[in-house]
């Protein structure tokens, strides 16, 4: 497997800050990483559904992300999937971040709601990122972790149903930068912020 080399050294760069990661941060990403490790104990798919309000942002860094880590770290039969408490659209400035970070970016349709393949290796199959409600017929029914990525989703959706586990890791929403400046910077750091706590997650599993 040759992951892209922008990735490759994101990659690398967060593995070796895996200790700025607050103890109490670590606690909440070690039930992620117990739920995949149990999952893979008993030879069973690995199903993980990231959950923000929209799906529009953070939860398709998440689900982009856990691809890549699966992949990195060689654990088998994961899927990742994304969703929202509402359906808008994989947000243009997130696909943008996710494309100067080193990703490449297919968009297969077109229309409000566009569906991406996301690729960060040749030799991988890509990531299918677009929006949709986290119950969509896309996305599994029972047997996943549901990790919510915001804390209006998590606080909206206190059962996700079919989910054998339920992790809340919220992050701040890059949308509060749109127009600004900083744009760019807080959208690259919410998604490396992403990268490096869900490496840490697939650094565990045993």
Known sequence: MMIFSPIQNLIEASIAQFDTISEERKAL???ISSFISAQVANQE????V??????????????????VAAAYYGIPQVETYSGGTEETAFNERAVATSERLGFR??????GANPV???YFADDVAPVTAFSKKYDSDANPKAGFCAVMTCNSADKNCPVV????????TP???????DG???????????????????????????
């Not at 600004?180 to 045993?206: C, D, H």
């Open 45 to 48: 798919p690995v199903r993980l």
């Open 171 to 177: 992050y701040e929403d890059p949308k509060a930068f």
């Open 161 to 168: 149903f079919g989910a054998s586990a339920r992790v809340a």
């Open 105 to 110: 970016i297919e968009k297969t349709t077109n």
């Open 29 to 31: 990403l070690t039930q």
């Open 116 to 118: 991406y393949q996301v």
């Open 50 to 67: 990231y959950i923000c309000t929209h799906n529009s942002r953070r939860s398709h860094y998440g689900q982009i992300w856990a691809g």
């Open 180 to 206: 600004t400046p900083e744009e760019s910077a807080m959208y690259e750091a919410r998604s490396k912020q992403i990268a490096l706590e869900t490496l840490y997650v697939f650094s565990l599993v045993k």
